[in-house]
């Protein structure tokens, strides 16, 4: 069983940043990928980025390409979402997620590859 801590969350103005950590329980931390996904009120929960189990390769939603990048020490079971620019539409609860295919080659975007998640952070940005 994996537990998924994230942290990171709060209210920021527009153009502003944040950097979501996302502290992981286990040994086999550096087996998964990790992806962050995020809700709206009254949206359903999206993708936002994945990464590799080794930080090789990531993915990013359309929305956040340029913006938003993720990261992970696997050295301290954490991976990070730093974010770049936040508009209001980037207000939302945001979980990160774990992936536990033993080293997938490719990180993931869909949301049923991934079996363990977090509890959320929200996420307010102020226009």
């Known amino acids: 069983q994996v537990q998924l801590v994230e942290s990171g969350g709060g209210l920021v103005q527009a153009g502003g940043s944040l950097r979501l950590s996302c502290a992981a329980s286990g040994r086999a931390f550096s087996t998964y990928a990790m992806g962050w996904f995020r809700q709206a009120p009254g949206k359903e929960r999206e993708f936002v980025a994945a990464?590799?189990?080794?930080?090789?390769?990531?993915q990013y939603a359309d929305s956040v390409k340029g913006r938003f990048t993720i990261s992970r020490v696997n050295a301290k079971n954490t991976a990070y979402l730093q974010m770049n620019s936040l508009n209001a539409e980037d207000t939302a609860v945001y979980y990160c997620?774990?992936?536990?295919?033993?080293?997938?080659?490719?990180?993931?975007?869909?949301?049923?590859?991934?079996?363990?998640w977090g509890q959320g952070t929200q996420v307010t940005v102020s226009s």
């Open positions: 990464i590799r189990w080794d930080g090789g390769s990531t």
């Open positions: 997620a774990a992936d536990p295919r033993f080293r997938p080659s490719n990180p993931s975007r869909y949301e049923d590859e991934y079996r363990y």
